[in-house]
């Protein structure tokens, strides 16, 4: 049975990097059938796409935030990583990492989140 | 402002039936990329309601059903119950952004 299971820091300073990782459970990174992404829901606001990465190691961003963000994976610990650069009150949300199929067939299979705060 | 659009609310009377629009347009939805619908409840993880435009998962009821048709799609939801009271996001797949694309989300009411 399929499990995604986000760490990593609940509070980031403003200017710094926001980092998580993803543990995946019940299922192979190593699989061509699928994408890894991360998505984010500011408190009280909608769903974001804010990235992706395939099993060869590449990488899919979001146009608003590419310049920030950067995903890899590490398909040995079957683990996979957001960095969020230079982040601001405005990058408070809870991130989500999430499965789906590389044909976009199939919805996206969600971990259950962790909220990351931005403040001094 | 989101690249799909939804209505920011919808309400019904219990055991009614309401839809749910996604408007999308030619790099996502009109290219022919399937359209899949989640339900969130307050404090979760969105869960899987609708894949591939109309099916759904094992466990989801049949009271929920999705359409598409040229840009836009649909989730209808039939025999309205107070458990139906959330949150619900479209999302598809947009060639020109080269990624995942969301509705803004539509809060149902259940009166």
């Known amino acids: 049975q399929l499990q995604l299971q986000e760490s990593g820091p609940g509070l980031v300073k403003p200017s710094e990097t926001l980092s998580l990782t993803c543990t995946v459970s019940?299922?192979?990174?190593?699989?061509?059938?699928?994408?890894w992404g991360w998505i984010r829901q500011p408190p009280g606001k909608g769903l974001e796409w804010i990235g992706s990465i395939y099993y060869r190691g590449s990488t899919y961003y979001s146009p608003s935030l590419k310049s920030r963000v950067s995903i890899s994976g590490d398909t040995s610990k079957n683990q996979f990583s957001l960095k969020l650069s230079s982040v601001t009150a405005a990058d408070t949300a809870v991130y989500y990492c999430?499965?789906?199929?590389?044909?976009?067939?199939?919805?996206?299979?969600w971990g259950q989140g962790n909220l990351v705060t931005v403040s001094s | 402002q989101s690249v799909l659009t939804q209505p920011p609310s919808v309400s019904g009377a219990p055991g009614q039936r309401v839809t749910i629009s996604c408007t999308g347009r030619s790099s996502n939805i009109g290219a022919g990329y399937d359209v899949h619908w989640y339900q969130q409840l307050p404090g979760t993880a969105p869960k899987l309601l609708i894949y591939?435009?109309?099916n759904r998962p094992s466990g989801v009821p049949d009271r929920f059903s999705g359409s598409k048709s040229g840009t836009s799609a649909s989730l209808a939801i039939s025999g309205l119950q107070a458990e139906d009271e959330a949150d619900y996001y479209c999302?598809?797949?947009?060639?020109?952004?080269?990624?995942?694309?969301f509705g803004g989300g539509t809060k149902l009411t259940v009166l």
């Open positions: 999302q598809s797949y947009d060639s020109s952004l080269s990624g995942s694309v």
């Open positions: 999430a499965r789906q199929s590389s044909s976009y067939t199939s919805g996206y299979f």
């Open positions: 591939g435009n109309s």
């Open positions: 019940g299922g192979s990174m190593s699989s061509s059938s699928y994408f």
